[in-house]
């Protein structure tokens, strides 16, 4: 992790199954929040849903890392978020609070309203971003860690192949409705996640192989929206099960 004087720098990481993951995982983050909270004194993480990344949450909680993490220091945030209540259990917020922030003395998150109208909740999430990153109104956030997955049609938040979201410049926060989930889900747009100083993928399975070899090809023009994530001055990391590495 270095300052703004280079541009992308890309790592992956193979390891045996999820549980592996999930230690590697815990050491890249542990060391990206010490770096912010000696240089700011706060570490601002997105954390994205989905399955993935369960086995990271529960590694946390345990009390070895959970010592370690200076979660008075800790501000979450999420790179998107189901249009359901938190009590749902699609909702990324309720399984991040089931699995990780309700068993943490964390006390600094900021969640998507799944609940409300989607587009009154993006705009909303928008102004809370802005008002917490004290931003201009051509200010992108730099947060210090945005925590991603990939699906298998390439999707990374709730940005999906051929989404208007792909174009978004300006916004911080959309809502949109994906047709191929039949459902509104609000996101994160590109430019905020590629101004992070440090975005980790998580990626397992041998279903993924075949997207994950395209996304990490950074020679060809990008097609899908997680190969379009692309920190400008930043870290890009990969952790990845041999499942997803090799296709068996």
């Not at 009590?87 to 309700?102: D, I, Q, V």
């Not at 174009?167 to 994160?188: F, G, H, M, N």
């Not at 440090?198 to 090809?217: I, P, Y």
């Not at 400008?232 to 090799?246: Q, S, Y």
């Amino acid at each position: 992790m270095q300052g703004r004087s280079r541009s992308i720098h890309l790592s992956v990481h193979i390891h045996k199954d999820p549980a592996a993951m999930a230690e590697r995982a815990a050491h890249i983050l542990a060391a990206a929040c010490e770096e912010a909270v000696a240089e700011r004194g706060v570490f601002k993480i997105a954390l994205s849903g989905g399955q993935t990344p369960i086995p990271l949450f529960r590694l946390l909680v345990a009390s070895d890392w959970a010592d370690r993490l200076p979660w008075d220091k800790m501000t979450f945030f999420w790179v998107d978020e189901r249009c359901v209540g938190p009590e749902h259990p699609e909702s990324n917020y309720g399984l991040a609070r089931r699995e990780l922030l309700g068993q943490v003395p964390a006390t600094h998150f900021f969640r998507m309203r799944g609940e409300a109208d989607p587009v009154e909740a993006a705009v909303k999430y928008e102004q809370q971003i802005r008002h917490d990153f004290n931003l201009g109104p051509q200010e992108l956030p730099r947060f210090d860690f945005m925590l991603l997955g990939m699906g298998e049609d390439g999707h990374t938040g709730s940005i999906f192949p051929n989404s208007p979201a792909l174009a978004e410049k300006k916004r911080l926060v959309i809502d949109q409705y994906v047709p191929e989930r039949k459902a509104d889900r609000l996101t994160l747009t590109l430019p905020v996640i590629n101004n992070a100083r440090c975005c980790m993928f998580l990626v397992t399975g041998a279903e993924k192989h075949d997207v994950l070899s395209r996304a990490l090809n950074l020679l060809a023009e990008p097609t899908l929206p997680a190969q379009m994530v692309r920190p400008g001055i930043g870290d890009l990391i990969w952790v990845v099960d041999e499942a997803a590495a090799t296709g068996k």
